[in-house]
């Protein structure tokens, strides 16, 4: 599956922003997917994910109650809707796809996910 993500750009602290990944390839209800961000100098940190059904929604405490993680397979997009920003979730926020059983602490982990896409910019100004 290729992954395209994009709707990163400047905003504002407080700010919203909506992030989409769209998948081509193989049958895009099949994976699980995850949104994941790695600011400069840091590590890649799991941001959330959503099962293939969307019944299952795994977040990261930081962006707990903010972010909200969506998917229409219709539409083969996940979406990751970003409200109240802060300077510290600068970062580019990559898509990733998990063709296997994510579960418990395995949805938080980048060797989880078999596809990824290019990565999208995401800065909030203070």
């Known amino acids: 599956v290729q992954l395209q993500a994009s709707g990163g750009g400047l905003v504002q602290a407080g700010g919203s922003l909506r992030l989409s990944c769209a998948a081509s390839?193989?049958?895009?209800?099949?994976?699980?997917m995850g949104w994941f961000r790695q600011a400069p100098g840091k590590e890649r940190e799991f941001v959330a994910a959503?099962?293939?059904?969307?019944?299952?929604?795994p977040y990261a405490d930081s962006v707990k109650y903010r972010f909200t993680i969506s998917r229409d397979n219709a539409k083969n997009t996940v979406y990751l809707q970003m409200n109240s920003l802060k300077p510290e979730d600068t970062a580019v926020y990559y898509c990733?796809?998990?063709?296997?059983?994510?579960?418990?602490?395995?949805?938080?982990?980048?060797?989880?996910?078999?596809?990824w896409g290019q990565g999208t910019l995401v800065t909030v100004s203070s």
């Open positions: 390839g193989r049958t895009f209800s099949s994976y699980n």
């Open positions: 990733a796809a998990d063709a296997g059983g994510a579960y418990g602490s395995s949805w938080f982990r980048t060797g989880e996910y078999d596809y």
């Open positions: 959503i099962s293939r059904t969307g019944d299952t929604t």
